[in-house]
């Protein structure tokens, strides 16, 4: 399901996009200022952030403009009040996706939702985890301004993980999407733990990010 984290200091305002967001499919958690979003996004991994620019504490530009700096590859909307055309231009210097104006359409939001995200998945070059990056370009990890070689068995392996960040993965799940034996998989992950240290073994049952 796709996940979207919305901030948006109006409750009334942040209420109603959740209940239709959740509606139109989504998984929508709402915030009324930026103080838990950063580790929300770190463990949840939402595919979208709707953000106001009025908000209190930071502006919403600005906040979106250190995720972007701190390497946070995620879309956003901001859908806000500020619609001068300086205004505009400023918030896709900082980050900006796409910008709605309130008030706004709901059906027009959630079109242009699908728009973003459509888009986004065509030109998707990382994976994130917490303060990980895979490359799947270069096919190396990425830890800050750190870079970590990988094999390409170890790629393969990390990519199952990053794309199932908070799922138990099986043994066997591994071994089929890999195409090695079910030993194998102890194998690889122990040499990828010896690099990196990311992999918890789940007794019995498989495998997880940290």
């Known amino acids: 399901m796709i996940k979207i984290a919305i901030i948006e200091d109006e409750e009334d305002l942040l209420d109603l996009l959740e209940f239709n967001l959740i509606n139109a499919g989504f998984d929508a958690v709402g915030f009324l200022n930026t103080k838990k979003v950063k580790d929300f996004i770190i463990e949840e991994n939402p595919d979208l952030l709707i953000v106001d620019r009025n908000l209190p504490g930071i502006e919403g530009s600005e906040f979106v403009k250190e995720l972007k700096n701190e390497g946070f590859n995620i879309p956003v909307i901001f859908l806000t009040a500020k619609v001068g055309e300086e205004d505009i231009l400023d918030g896709f210097e900082k980050g900006a996706d796409d910008y709605i104006k309130k008030p706004f359409s709901i059906k027009e939001l959630i079109a242009r939702i699908k728009a973003v995200l459509k888009r986004y998945n065509k030109k998707i070059n990382f994976l994130t985890y ?23 068995s170890e790629f393969n392996l990390l990519n199952i993980f990053f794309e199932n960040p908070k799922r138990i993965i099986t043994k066997e799940e591994i071994a089929d999407i890999l195409e090695i034996s079910e030993k194998s998989v102890n194998v690889a992950i122990n040499r990828l733990n010896h690099k990196i240290n990311l992999i918890d073994a789940k007794r019995g049952i498989g495998y997880t990010l940290k």
């Not at 830890?143 to 970590?148: A, V």
């Open 130 to 152: 917490k303060n990980y990056k895979l490359d799947l370009l270069n096919k190396n990890l990425l830890i800050g301004n750190d870079t970590i070689d990988l094999t390409k």
